[in-house]
């Protein structure tokens, strides 16, 4: 949605919104609100309604072999990414359209609610389905911690802000679950698009690095409690190859001294 005087558009079709555009959509028996979208583009964005995988959720033939990872158990994701999705994050990545990720953030709800049913956390995913929001101090989730995948110095500099940081912040509101920054990226690595696969793969195994104060202070306040297993929950915009999302998940596992499982949370699945 943007404005030209005192009337809203469509962030997506550019069409002039009206009373009946601000209808809400029930995807799976969830509420959500999008409230950027006119009500023709809420209902043709590529939700994933069936996965041909369960673990890294591709919606169309999975080629990564997989099988439930040591470091990430699960990758849970909302559409597909087409073109029209990849215009939206286009648009806000690297033009710094503020409100089309916040025209996006409401699609975590279908992978928030997916993972709730899967790790057993029924009373949440209730309010999830009934409402699609939490008040603080309401149905807090003690053992979930949202986290995001970092992205580098310089990058950071030029754009002002980490598009998943900005998503998983998002998310940890919606579970009523602390944020933590875990990671930070290597510098000297900003451009890894023009490497193959193989390279790609063997660079962003070494990208990632744990923060050490905070994992110290998270060791020492639930290493030595008997505690249920912590979920931690790595948040990105994209996955693909879950190349990413698999280096955070063994950096983040390798530094912890407490039970946990790791899980993604993704907007789209490419």
Known sequence: MYFIGEQSYCIQCHKLLTMYDNSKVFIENINIKLTYFCLSCKYSLPYIHKVKCTICHAHQACYNSCTINQELRQNFSSVAYNDEVKELLRTFKFEGNVAAGQALSPLFLLPIARYLKETKQFSLLKKVIRRGLFSYGEGTSSYNIVTSVPISRQRLIERGFNQA???????????NAPFVNFLYREDG???ISHLNKHERERVVQHLYKIKQDT??????KLSDRE???INIIIVDDIYTTGNTLKACAKEIKRSTRFP???????????
């Open 165 to 175: 940081t900005f998503f998983a912040k998002h998310v940890a509101n919606r579970l």
């Open 189 to 191: 690595f900003e451009h």
């Open 215 to 220: 994992i110290d202070r998270l060791n020492s």
């Open 227 to 229: 505690i249920k297993p």
């Open 260 to 270: 946990c499982q790791i899980y993604g949370i993704t907007l789209a699945r490419a």
